[in-house]
């Protein structure tokens, strides 16, 4: 389990200054050559993390996936050179001397940005701000919950944040700060880069309060400490471990220590770094190395402080690893690498053809839910939560919630805080053990989107469930009608969105769903019950993202209708209509465009009946429809906001009807 350990004996001579100075001129040497970067943060907080890296983060370079490491996030991911110095000083093989001077170049490690990649030391990828600090949060809530579950002797690491004014100004910092406090997460620790400064100059030009005040009430710790003294920052850090509640250390420092034009300024946050500034900071640090160079007696400083330190812990460790029950042992593992445990995809296709057996008519949320209870048997990580819509999602059942007193329970009260859960969702899945879903109505997704872009960009498995996904869900109203959302979601690179026409489709869906290994899903259901439309599920259809429903019959297809959802049975009605008519129609359920993107061509042409009349029926606005149905389909859908009234009312009202798409076909034909 974690403890405190001797500081190691830093190499003759090496002072904690010439440590910190290293990261200075590190990311001084990289900036100026990059010719951009943001030297404000890298220099400030250069003994901040030199107080932590060097003696109290639990890492292994030399093994960066260690299971048990502690997690360190640069949440103000605009000083990303402080991390890469960091990670080329702990001695991290994928961050060598010619990756520093990368910065910035296409190609290197060493982004603009940091971008994750866990093997180089980088958590998550940071730059908006305020993601980092939440994501910060997830991965407390995951190791409380896996150190419930295994016990210390196997979890038992703290999570580091160095977070700016902008983290805790953005809206996300207040909603992650109160859960983190109302949870007790004690191993959290943020350390706030208290340099009064912001891009626009004095943090006094837009905000007044009292921000240690703020983490007070909110339940946190709070110490303060002098950012530019070693000694003190560790100090602090010490005080940190004592306390069960998380912490705040409020780390007082200067913009851009040690640069002399820019010291203390607005300028320091991202100006320019010329040649000349670089001669000035040496000259008065008398940091007499060149440019890319790190004195041999301050490199093996830095390599004894984080390798010494560590290897005995790691060692320990592996021990207690390696003597837990074979079972036990092969859960952990099997957590760890994100795996999902043998038999789930059987007992989801057993309850998919038991749905199709029983035709239930339901709707996409109330099937969800059944298939998250029944997920929940057989996959012990899952990990449900919902922002204070427990109710009309309906994921908890008999999961007791993750609570400050039982942090082994398995559903995450949120609170009414959407932005909150889709980032701390993120930072749990990168954290790894868990397996997180959010459940919230889809006009919400709005509220959670920087964190969906950000989950997309990182290319993690996150799963959020949207019901409520259209007009059919009635007298709500335009507020809680989307219309838009399906196009903003399929918009987003690496996004998946799944919108399934019955009960059988939904279970064949969370099929695809949870064996998507890179990358998020959205999954997008309906309020009100959807009729059963299939009665056979021998193989998971869905997950070819669109097939033929239904075939047409008579002579050769003429007509190709396409839709998703609860306008599926639309189209099939349009189809009895014309087929009547003797048109040979054929309908298209597309459950998932991004799995019909990745089919071959030949499947895809099949599929959409090349040369036939295509017509799409979707709740929804247009845009992106064009790619299925061209330049010259017809379309049945939303062009506006919905309105308030029965939501079978609301189809007719604004024609998504069969008949409406019958007189569409009719048209092109």
Known sequence: ???????????????????????????????????????????????????????????????????????????????????????????????????????????????????????????????????????????????????????????????????????????????????????????????????????????????????????????????????????????????????????????????????????????????????????????????TAGPFEVPQPVAEAWRASVEGRNLPVYTAWQARLAALPQAQRALFERLMRGELPDGWVDTLRAHARALAAGAPAQSSNQATADIVDLLAGVIPELFPGAPDLEGPTNCKRVLSAFTADDPGGRYLHYGIREHAMGAMMNGMVAHGGLLPLGATYLVFSDYMRPALRMSALMDLPVITIYSHDSIGIGKNGPTHQPVEFLASLRAMPNMAVFRPADAVET???????????????????????????????????????????????????????????????????????????????????MPCWELFETQDAAYRAAVLGKGTVRVAVEAAVKLGWERWIGEDGGFIGMSGFGASGPGDELFAHFGITAEAVVAAARDQL
């Open 1 to 287: 389990m974690s403890m405190l350990h001797p500081h190691p004996p830093a190499a003759a001579g090496v002072t904690s200054r010439q440590m910190a100075d290293a990261i200075r001129f590190l990311a001084l040497d990289a900036i100026e050559r990059a010719g951009d970067g943001h030297p404000g943060a890298p220099l400030g907080g250069a003994e901040v993390a030199t107080a932590l890296f060097t003696r109290h983060l639990k890492c292994n370079p030399a093994d960066p996936l260690w299971a048990d490491r502690d997690r360190f996030v640069l949440s103000n991911g605009h000083g990303s050179m402080l991390l890469y110095a960091l990670g080329h000083l702990s001695g991290y093989a994928g961050l060598p001397m010619e990756q520093i001077r990368r910065f910035r170049d296409l190609g290197s490690h060493t982004h603009g940005h940091p971008e994750r990649n866990p093997e180089l030391g980088i958590e998550v990828t940071t730059g908006p701000l305020g993601q980092g600090i939440a994501n910060a949060v997830g991965m407390a809530v995951a190791e409380a919950w896996l150190s419930a579950t295994f016990g210390a002797d196997i979890v038992d690491h703290r999570t580091y944040a160095l977070v700016g004014d902008g983290c805790l100004m953005e809206g996300i910092g207040h909603e992650v700060i109160s859960l983190a406090g109302h949870l007790k997460l004690g191993k959290l620790c943020f350390l706030w880069d208290d340099n009064r400064m912001t891009d626009d100059g004095v943090t006094d030009f837009s905000i007044s309060e009292d921000v240690r005040a703020r983490f007070r009430i909110a339940g946190w710790q709070v110490i303060d400490a002098d950012g530019h003294d070693v000694e003190a920052v560790d100090a602090a850090l010490i005080l940190a471990r004592s306390d069960p509640r998380p912490t705040m250390i409020a780390c007082t420092t200067t913009i851009g220590k040690g640069l002399p034009r820019l010291e203390g300024q607005r300028g320091a946050h991202g100006g320019r770094v010329f040649a000349q500034d670089l001669l000035e900071a040496r000259a008065a640090a008398g940091w």
């Open 507 to 589: 279970a064949e869906c969370w099929e695809a769903a949870l064996q998507r290994r890179h990358g998020p899903s959205s999954m997008i259901c309906s309020r009100q019950a959807l009729p059963p439309l299939r009665t056979e599920a021998s193989e998971n259809r869905s997950a070819r993202g669109a097939y033929v429903l239904a075939e047409s019959e008579g002579s050769a297809r003429r007509v190709t209708l396409l839709a998703t959802g609860s306008e599926v049975a639309i189209a099939l009605a349009a189809r009895d209509k014309l087929q009547a008519e003797g048109v040979p129609t054929a309908v298209v359920s």
